[in-house]
């Protein structure tokens, strides 16, 4: 038998209710396989890692997390006003996901747009628009650029606060991203979107410089240069014409969440943190601290980062699929959580239902 220890951030807001529909389902997978056993390991990550201790990252939930397989992440972060109550760098981006990030090197994301036509009236998109669905695998750079460049705050000389931020790449960083975007493409169409701003940022003038002399290895696929702006134009107007979008840390922090708009909610998208040795599971969403406790959260994004953690981390496709499949039944069959559905939708189910109809379906699939 072999033995998985998850690290389980369940997080803030939400993170607690949409984690404990993650366990439920991953008490079925191994129910389900007899030759596998996931050790489960809860720690404080956030803002209630900080009320409880000080740190929005504490020591005790660093070791789980280096012990750990797999680390499966919940939300993070507080409303506007509650996120005063914390110093600045513990506030939970700040002090407990850029270092999660950065300790584990976590340097590719992975967020699938995935919108068949069995959900496609989430979607703010026009049917002629989505018409036989989208299917895009957007994958973002995620530990260089903007996000981890050096900072500098202060009061110049003429006695006015100023800020310095700075955008940093270098090669070998970008050459590992690409590479991922390529070997993905290969997987899928062939067809790679690099996102730049090359006009304008000598930063993706180096990128697509990278991207030119990566594609001599990946001779069968095709580049298609777009410019980040264009790009996200094309996503509303014709998001079928994309296959996989390959782009740095801020230009996919922007474009994933307008990828979430375009399927209606990013409540519909989960996403897959790897790093050269370890890495961590997300639902793309947030906190939702509005609608935290009611039980009206959709666990699909969460379940989903099992599905991508099942595959991508244990080699457990099938059951990965299986898990697909069963969540995309639950909404084939008309059932969702009302911060899906719009006012006056019939078959409107708590949180903890749709997990438990989700589990449903995946125990009646062959394993």
Not at 44 to 72: H, M, N, Q, R, S
Not at 222 to 232: H, M
Not at 344 to 359: H, I, P, R, W, Y
Request: net charge negative.
């Amino acid at each position: 038998m072999t033995t998985y220890n998850i690290a389980l951030l369940a997080g803030d807001g939400i993170g607690p209710e949409v984690m404990a529909e993650a366990v439920k389902v991953l008490k079925l997978v191994e129910k389900r396989n007899a030759d596998v056993n996931f050790e489960l390991n809860d720690v404080l990550f956030g803002a209630v890692a900080y009320f409880a201790t000080g740190k929005a990252f504490p020591d005790e939930t660093k070791a789980a997390c280096d012990k750990a397989d797999a680390i499966l992440k919940g939300t993070i972060g507080l409303s506007h006003e509650d996120s005063k109550k914390i110093p600045v760098d513990e506030q939970p981006e700040r002090g407990a996901l850029l270092p999660l990030r950065r300790r584990y090197n976590t340097y590719a994301n992975f967020r699938p747009v995935y919108l068949p036509k069995s959900i496609a009236h989430f979607s703010p998109l026009k049917a002629s628009v989505v018409g036989e669905g989208i299917d895009i695998m957007l994958i973002r750079e995620l530990v260089g650029g903007l996000y981890f460049g050096k900072k500098e705050t202060g009061i110049n000389s003429e006695g006015k606060r100023y800020v310095h931020e700075t955008l940093e790449y270098d090669e070998d960083q970008i050459r590992q991203i690409v590479r991922v975007g390529f070997e993905v493409s290969m997987k899928r169409k062939k067809v790679m979107h690099n996102i730049h701003k090359s006009n304008v940022l000598k930063s993706s003038v180096l990128w697509n410089e990278i991207v030119e002399e990566e594609k001599k290895n990946f001779p069968e696929v095709e580049v298609i240069n777009i410019l980040v702006d264009a790009a996200a134009t094309y996503l509303c107007l014709k998001p079928t014409m994309f296959d996989v979008m390959v782009m740095e840390n801020m230009f996919g922090d922007i474009l994933s969440d307008q990828a979430g708009g375009i399927l209606g909610s990013l409540g519909l998208m989960p996403s897959a943190c790897k790093g050269p040795e370890k890495s961590y599971y997300e639902p793309s969403h947030g906190s939702a601290p509005d609608i935290a406790g009611k039980g009206i959260a959709n666990p699909y994004s969460m379940i989903g980062s099992v599905a991508l953690m099942l595959e991508m981390s244990f080699g457990m496709e099938k059951e990965a699929k299986n898990l697909w499949a069963a969540m995309q039944g639950v909404f084939e069959d008309g059932y969702s959580t009302s911060d899906l559905s719009k006012e006056g939708d019939a078959n409107l189910v708590s949180t903890a239902e749709f997990g438990d109809m989700v589990c449903e379906k995946l125990a009646k699939m062959p394993v």
